[in-house]
């Protein structure tokens, strides 16, 4: 029991500082959300100009038959703005890059990277929804440390549940030895990423024979 209240107290004392942070980032996403269409198009309008012609001058082209560079970052930009009714990503992103002697192996490499780090992505978002079941007295503070701590020592298992990804940005430069410089931002259904991290951190609760099915279940908002 003492243990327990440990827990719980360790698990308040960080949900005092997290919560701030939480709160700032809803606070960020409803003014997002807020945004006309417009006034958000104009925005990712100029971010997208701004980005595309910074990558160009650094010498990243896209290979022949894609989108230009410029499309593919505002079609990232405008799902990076898009979140459900619970203000949770409708899209999870993750960047990443790599460079190899060919195209293809750096490819490769750049996407295995990018879902490595979608399911670090993941874990902070499911991170900041336990938190803010806390924070709205919707959760124990022993159950959702018990969580939280599960999800943030899963993120191998939610790699490995990650299905079919979107590749949303993909662009390349060669280097001066020849090499491939690949990079990459895929994005993943937040729905699906909530579904990864949902089989990933009940797998693990049952091998610590700990029930909290229906805590985390409320979490995900299943």
């Not at 990459?184 to 990933?200: L, W």
């Not at 009940?202 to 409320?218: A, F, N």
Request: proline share 1%; with cysteine.
């Amino acid at each position: 029991m003492k243990k327990v209240l440990f827990i719980a107290m360790a698990m308040l004392v960080a949900c005092t500082a997290f919560a701030q942070d939480v709160k700032e980032i809803m606070k960020e996403r409803q003014a997002t959300q807020k945004l006309a269409k417009k006034e958000l198009g104009a925005k990712v309008d100029k971010t997208t100009k701004k980005e595309a012609k910074r990558l160009t001058k650094e010498g990243w082209v896209v290979t022949p038959g894609a989108l230009p560079l410029a499309k593919q970052l505002e079609r990232s930009y405008l799902m990076e703005f898009e979140y459900d009714e619970n203000l949770f990503p409708k899209y999870i992103m993750a960047n990443a890059q790599s460079i190899g002697e060919n195209y293809d192996a750096a490819k490769t490499a750049a996407t295995s990277l990018a879902i490595t780090n979608l399911a670090g992505q993941i874990q902070t978002e499911v991170t900041a929804l336990i938190e803010n079941t806390v924070a709205n007295n919707q959760l124990a503070a022993e159950d959702a440390a018990s969580i939280s701590e599960t999800v943030m020592a899963s993120k191998n298992l939610i790699s490995q549940s990650i299905g079919r990804v979107i590749t949303v940005v993909e662009c390349y430069r060669v280097l001066d030895n020849k090499n491939r410089e690949v990079m990459v931002r895929i994005a993943y259904n937040g729905d699906m990423a909530k579904q990864a991290a949902k089989k990933a951190v009940r797998e693990e609760l049952e091998k610590k024979g700990q029930k909290l099915h229906d805590q985390l279940d409320q979490v995900l908002g299943f």
